[in-house]
């Protein structure tokens, strides 16, 4: 439950904070959305990797021309088939470099809104997915912050948490 979840992050920053930071962001924001929104075949995919600590998810929102305010993402995604193309850019993202699976947000109906924002299952290994640099940072070391690119990243429509414009929501 959330109490013992936010006594976990507490015990373990008691030792380390850049451990208990990569730890909360994975839980909440790599596991979370996908336990949440997520279909029968997405949870078998993915949470019994990551739950076990043989995978390692992240949150992929922020971006360099609109920050973490959800309502202005940029990255576009565009059907073909069967399949969305992301393109598009995120800053700041805990664990993003390093992590298995990425949720990240993308416009599939820019005139929409927020109402035009989807979450997507990105996998480390798709094509056209590209880790950037990591930020230096003053503390929390441990713990890694790095831009992410998607240049025509194909993923199958399948990879969608959820429904098409429910992104915002999640």
Request: proline residues 5%; charged residues 20%; aromatic residues 8%.
């Amino acid at each position: 439950d959330t109490l013992s979840y936010a006594i976990a992050v507490e015990e373990i920053a008691r030792a380390c904070g850049s451990t208990a930071l990569i730890y909360a962001a994975h839980i909440s924001l790599g596991c979370g959305p996908i336990y949440y929104f997520g279909n029968e075949e997405q949870k078998q995919k993915w949470l019994p990797r990551l739950c076990s600590g043989q995978g390692l998810g992240a949150f992929g929102l922020t971006e360099p021309e609109a920050g973490s305010d959800a309502g202005s993402t940029r990255t576009i995604a565009t059907r073909e088939g069967e399949s969305y193309i992301l393109n598009g850019s995120k800053m700041w993202i805990t664990s993003g470099a390093i992590a298995d699976v990425v949720i990240a947000t993308a416009k599939t109906d820019p005139a929409a809104g927020t109402r035009g924002i989807s979450c997507f299952l990105v996998d480390k290994d798709t094509p056209g997915f590209i880790p950037g640099k990591n930020e230096p940072k003053m503390g929390l070391k441990g713990s890694v912050t790095s831009a992410l690119s998607f240049e025509n990243c194909r993923v199958p429509a399948s990879a969608m948490l959820g429904k098409e414009g429910e992104g915002f929501k999640q």
